[in-house]
């Protein structure tokens, strides 16, 4: 990952540079105007922000540790899981810390190349996810329909080979329409109304032709969300089905335990991007826009291991065993 973002910063700094020569950028630093919080709540705002990132972090740091500590974890259902909260931490990482500066001071002002960096580490992380939940749906479906082959066809070496391609493909897919953005002229005005760079925001700041840089997002959006997203609505079609055929009620209510949580997890993340991607920017408004782009950037992320927590048997059973061992050993210390 480092070596995708010094590559993107060279280009950056050197579509820069090339259009300073020119003269033809005529603004430097992009205003975000963020929330339109009264300045009475505007502390209440910002502590309740902390404490939602605070708990993400905190949360997915946990089913890392929790996968990685207990061998009873040691498949590839949690192997996704903690990829996805990988993906997790970075998504919120790159958005929130600019959003609590922006909910603080009322607004926040960064350079063009800045607001090109974080839209790139968003898009791709978002872009991470969309394959993520993919790749755990294909493995719920083998493990529902397909029991006896599941050793098989989710092997190590397919769960390795699948996580480096995804990972590969998103970071450096992206950097297509990311390049061709940082070549645009940005001619003003300089503010955007919103509390991080998405791709509608910045492009409304360029006085250059879009065409290409949006043909660019429409051919990756069909590549990383569209296509994933009717990948899990057939692999959960054949679920049902399979549930469908389980004679008792009890093991119907089992099998499908063990894919209520991604299934849970799927419906926010896809159903907000839907609403903020797929609705026309002329039926709703900024603040509309800004509510439902909150809830997949930092609604979402907070939710994933709390859901997956709830719901998943094995994972808290590991989390008492790991609390208990971490209470054992500090009273031991002390």
């Not at 540079?17 to 209440?44: C, R, S, Y």
């Not at 990482?93 to 600019?98: E, H, I, L, R, Y």
Request: with cysteine; charged share 10%; aromatic share 14%.
């Amino acid at each position: 990952m480092f070596f995708f973002f010094c590559l993107f910063q060279i280009n950056v700094i050197f579509c820069s540079q090339v259009m300073d020569e020119k003269n033809v950028t005529a603004i430097t630093v992009i205003q975000f105007l963020g929330f339109h919080i009264p300045k009475n709540i505007k502390l209440l705002v910002f502590f309740l922000f902390l404490i939602f990132y605070c708990v993400t972090i905190c949360g997915n740091l946990l089913i890392i540790t929790l996968v990685s500590y207990s061998k009873t974890l040691h498949s590839p259902m949690y192997f996704f899981l903690s990829q996805l909260s990988v993906s997790d931490i970075l998504l919120t990482t790159d958005v929130v810390p600019t959003m609590l500066h922006t909910v603080l001071e009322s607004s926040t002002n960064v350079s063009v190349s800045e607001c090109i960096t974080q839209f790139y580490f968003f898009a791709a992380t978002e872009s991470l996810e969309c394959l993520l939940l993919t790749v755990m749906s294909y493995d719920r479906y083998v493990a529902i329909c397909k029991p006896l082959h599941y050793t098989l066809l989710m092997s190590h070496r397919f769960c390795w080979i699948t996580i480096i391609t995804s990972w590969s493909l998103s970071f450096l897919a992206v950097l297509i329409p990311t390049l061709t953005i940082s070549t645009l002229q940005f001619c003003g005005p300089n503010i955007i109304d919103h509390f991080f760079c998405d791709l509608d925001p910045i492009l409304q700041l360029s006085c250059s032709d879009t065409t290409i840089v949006q043909l660019e997002a429409t051919s990756l959006s069909a590549v990383f969300a569209v296509i994933p997203f009717f990948i899990i609505i057939v692999s959960y079609v054949y679920i049902v089905v399979t549930i469908f055929e389980i004679p008792s009620i009890t093991g119907r209510q089992k099998v499908f335990s063990t894919c209520s949580s991604h299934l849970t997890v799927v419906s926010i993340f896809y159903g907000t991007i839907v609403c903020v991607y797929l609705i026309p920017s002329r039926v709703q408004s900024w603040d509309i826009t800004k509510f439902l782009s909150l809830l997949y950037t930092v609604v979402t992320p907070l939710l994933n291991p709390i859901i997956y927590s709830l719901r998943n048997k094995e994972l808290k059973q590991v989390a008492g065993k790991f609390s208990n061992n971490f209470l054992y050993l500090d009273l031991k210390n002390n």
